[in-house]
């Protein structure tokens, strides 16, 4: 378990849920990995992100499924992407990425609470 942090630390950390409106391949990356812009509503708008999450998932797999980004993070570059978000998820037993969703809709842009 990771050091104690108190509420307003996790407060601080704004975990948003987007609808990913487009993926694909990311051949520049040095681990494998798609490129996907995801839609987190009209307040944060469209937002770019980088994942390593090719074991599980497709490209058209992707498209119009919600999941989970921080959104306050700064962008990083890599290669020639900039991603803007970090989306989440969890390592299985094999250390593949499985990504952190919701199991109803919820509108694009809320935050985690």
Do not use: W
Request: charged share 20%.
């Amino acid at each position: 378990m990771s050091e104690t942090i108190t509420y307003a630390d996790f407060e601080r950390v704004d975990i948003r849920i987007g609808t990913v409106v487009q993926a694909s391949v990311f051949p520049e990356a040095r681990k494998p990995a798609y490129k996907l812009t995801i839609d987190f509503g009209p307040e944060i708008g469209l937002k770019k992100s980088s994942a390593q999450i090719t074991v599980h998932y497709t490209p058209e797999g992707l498209v119009g499924r919600q999941v989970l980004a921080v959104v306050n993070f700064p962008p990083r570059q890599i290669g020639p992407v900039r991603s803007e978000v970090l989306t989440l998820g969890f390592a299985d037993a094999e250390g593949a990425i499985v990504l952190a969703g919701v199991d109803h809709p919820v509108p694009n842009g809320h935050k985690l609470c």
